[in-house]
């Protein structure tokens, strides 16, 4: 029986998971997100960034299994052109809602799908979803409610759908799962493309 493994530490995208009907073995990879993007050079496009960083998690966590198949993922909101990951903080949060009020952003996740057989990769698949999320205009009130919470804090452009911030989301166009932070259709294509059913996948969770 193959080993599902989500190489995040993210609840939400647990979430997903066990909603789908896979229950993963959870390894955290510890990549540094910055030094990793950092290393990518002057202009990398967004999707290479969010694609690199999901390779590069699933990489991390390679040498722990013999026979797995390894998922990584990594979120970004694009917007004027920018990419904005994680605030880490409410000043660097509210100033981010500030720009993203009352307007439209894309979110980006990269997936990486390595398939592991006797401890080695034997075919790895990789691409990006992309989102547009149309973001409401919290009032001051409400924002700085949001922002207390903490929640908006360490989640990929300020922002939940599946949370708090789920209020101030006016609608998306594109794959909700891939908001949350794993875009379930696109897994599912990745892991045809290494040899992987979701009859495997369900089996595997069992």
């Known amino acids: 029986m193959t080993t ?21 073995v959870v390894r955290v990879s510890g990549v540094d997100e910055d030094a990793l993007t950092a290393a990518l050079g002057d202009s990398p496009s967004p999707d ?19 026979d797995a198949v390894i998922v990584g993922c990594d979120s970004m909101l694009s917007i004027d052109g920018t990419l904005q990951g994680k605030p880490h903080t409410v000043d660097v949060a509210r100033r981010r809602w500030a720009t993203m009020a009352g307007r439209s952003g894309e979110l980006l996740t990269g997936h990486a799908v390595l398939r592991i057989v006797g401890g080695e990769t034997v075919a790895v698949a990789a691409a990006c979803s992309a989102t547009t999320v149309h973001f409401a205009e919290p009032s001051t009130e409400d924002l700085e409610s949001y922002l207390a919470s903490g929640e908006p804090l ?5 922002f939940t759908l599946d949370g708090l911030g789920g209020w101030f989301v006016d609608r998306i166009e594109g794959d909700p799962s891939s908001v949350i932070g794993i875009g379930l259709p696109l897994v599912r294509r990745l ?8 009859v495997d996948v ?3 969770g069992k």
């Open 191 to 198: 892991l045809n493309e290494v040899g992987v059913s979701m």
């Open 154 to 158: 360490e989640v990929a452009g300020a």
């Open 4 to 24: 599902f493994v989500l190489a995040s530490a993210s609840p939400a995208r647990l979430g997903v998971l066990r909603a789908a009907g896979v229950e993963p």
């Open 48 to 66: 290479d960034v969010v694609v690199s960083l999901a390779r590069a998690k699933a990489a991390a966590v390679q040498s722990e299994f013999d």
């Open 202 to 204: 369900w089996s595997a």
